[in-house]
């Protein structure tokens, strides 16, 4: 099954200076028909003006991933941690037992950033911060994994999460196919970060997404235009 979800059919909330729009229930915005997929909690869509941001506020027991697609977002936490993740790379949080901490834009424009959410395999973990740098060039033409809890994703790479879930990306160029196998009791969402593309045959255009669950494969092809897709996969 593949429901396709186009961008302006998404919740959101417009700020001011955060315009964001929430794939899944998140905050005022309530669908019971999305509350997540799988172990996957919240996906938003986030635009954060310059010199604005999350103040500190606390979380715990969940996996935060944050994918930047343009410019970059700064975190401080109470862990001590503190770094500058800027577009195309990637910073991963595990709350665990319980963090503060915040995410600004300290850049001249806006920063755009997709925020994932995936509920953690075990509750009451310790703390983590990282973040790490993921060149494009790396993911072309096949989906590189960002970030995993999965046997092997660490080793090859990617930040480390406390979920059997992994957050993907790949680039493809115009009229590339790329397939990505769906093993039993998986589930896939996927979001068009860039470009245009059909997933199964199913058209995608710019930040709609596709729900994919009790498929043996998700097929995608690119449009005219390079694509960029990510892709979390998790427990269905």
């Excluded at 929430?22 to 003006?49: C, T």
């Excluded at 424009?109 to 990282?130: E, R």
């Excluded at 790329?178 to 093993?183: E, I, Q, V």
């Excluded at 996927?190 to 930040?207: E, F, I, K, P, Y």
Aim: hydrophobic share 40%; no cysteine; net charge negative.
């Amino acid at each position: 099954m593949i429901d396709i979800r186009p961008f302006d059919s998404l919740g959101g909330a417009d700020l001011g200076w955060l315009k964001a729009r929430h794939h899944f229930s998140f905050g005022r915005y309530q669908d019971p028909a999305r509350m997540g997929w799988g172990k996957l909690r919240v996906w938003n869509d986030d635009e954060i003006a310059p010199g604005k941001g999350f103040d500190p506020h606390p979380h715990r027991d969940m996996e935060i991933i944050t994918y930047v697609r343009e410019g970059a977002i700064t975190h401080r936490d109470s862990m001590g941690n503190e770094g500058r993740t800027a577009a195309g790379d990637v910073q991963i949080m595990s709350a665990g037992t319980g963090v503060v901490h915040s995410e600004y834009n300290l850049e001249p424009g806006v920063t755009k950033l997709f925020q994932i959410w995936i509920i953690p395999d075990v509750q009451g973990a310790k703390p983590n911060w990282g973040a790490k740098e993921f060149p494009k060039a790396g993911r072309e033409a096949r989906f590189e994994v960002l970030a995993g809890g999965r046997p092997g994703d660490a080793e090859a790479g990617a930040l480390p999460i406390n979920a059997n879930a992994a957050v993907m990306a790949a680039t493809l160029a115009p009229g590339q196919e790329l397939r990505h196998t769906l093993a039993p009791g998986r589930a896939a969402y996927l979001v068009q970060a860039r470009g245009s593309a059909t997933v199964n045959g199913h058209a995608l255009g710019l930040r709609d997404a596709a729900a994919v669950v009790e498929e043996d494969a998700i097929i995608l092809r690119a449009g005219d235009d390079e694509a960029e897709v990510v892709l979390v996969e998790v427990a269905a």
